[in-house]
């Protein structure tokens, strides 16, 4: 089995874990995830401008940024354009059933790009694959977070709710095997995941916190932009190490 597959697997069991806190109600875990949201977001947005552009443009050339342009365009329109409601962190209040599976279907793409984005990072370099393995697992617990919530909202039971983050974890694991099967995505998929990580990060994730009081959620975005300096660091000391 390819490396990206073991990381995609891990990543895919945050949705069940992140589902597991909103289906029993744990305060603490969903009060930590808020904050996992908020840093996840700033480690996302480091990861794809300051990495992700470059080695998109390095191997597509000028190309690439229409690709980038088509996976943010992709994700607003599975998840606004053709979603009766959709947002991240959880959901407090009814929404209909069609609402929560028209949410499941929109996560679908954009949880299918987290799988494209670490084997496109992995097939770069493995620093690369670890840090968009990083990205995506610090967004994975608020997405199971987020579709669980909506289920229950939708009127569902809990095993339905912790069935769609199992399907949205299964979907990031298809984003690894096409990516390393289909030709085009192997060619653009790095800079079709720049789109989409800009997009969640900058178009879901911030939103969830920006209009919110207080210091300590923009403090974790800010800390999400320095970890990923330090992360780049760690894995750049050892890889020379190695
Ligand atoms: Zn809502
Ligand atoms: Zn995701």
């Known amino acids: 089995m390819s490396t990206a597959l073991w990381y995609a697997l891990a990543a895919a069991a945050g949705n069940v874990v992140g589902g597991l806190c909103a289906v029993r109600g744990i305060q603490l875990g969903l009060k930590l995830i808020e904050g996992l949201l908020a840093f996840g977001a700033g480690f996302m947005l480091s990861v794809a401008i300051v990495e992700v552009l470059p080695e998109s443009f390095a191997k597509g050339g000028a190309e690439a940024s229409a690709f980038v342009l088509l996976g943010y365009l992709l994700v607003h329109l599975t998840q606004h354009t053709a979603t009766q409601h959709f947002h991240f962190g959880e959901e407090t209040h009814a929404v209909t059933r069609v609402a929560g599976m028209t949410a499941l279907i929109g996560l679908l793409l954009h949880t299918f790009f987290d799988g494209v984005a670490i084997a496109s990072g992995f097939a770069v370099s493995g620093q690369l694959g670890v840090l968009l393995f990083l990205a995506v697992l610090l967004h994975k617990l ?79 975005f800010f800390l999400g932009a320095a970890g990923f300096f330090g992360a780049r660091a760690l894995l750049a000391g050892l890889g020379a190490s190695v």
């Open 142 to 220: 608020p997405e199971g977070v987020t579709i669980c919530s909506l289920q229950i909202k939708a009127g569902r039971s809990a095993g339905q709710a912790l069935g769609s983050a199992a399907i949205l974890g299964a979907a990031t694991i298809l984003g690894v095997l096409l990516t390393n099967a289909v030709a085009p995505l192997a060619t653009h998929g790095l800079a079709l995941a720049g789109g989409v990580t800009i997009y969640v990060a900058a178009s879901n994730l911030v939103p969830e916190f920006q209009a919110k009081r207080g210091w300590a959620l923009p403090l974790a």
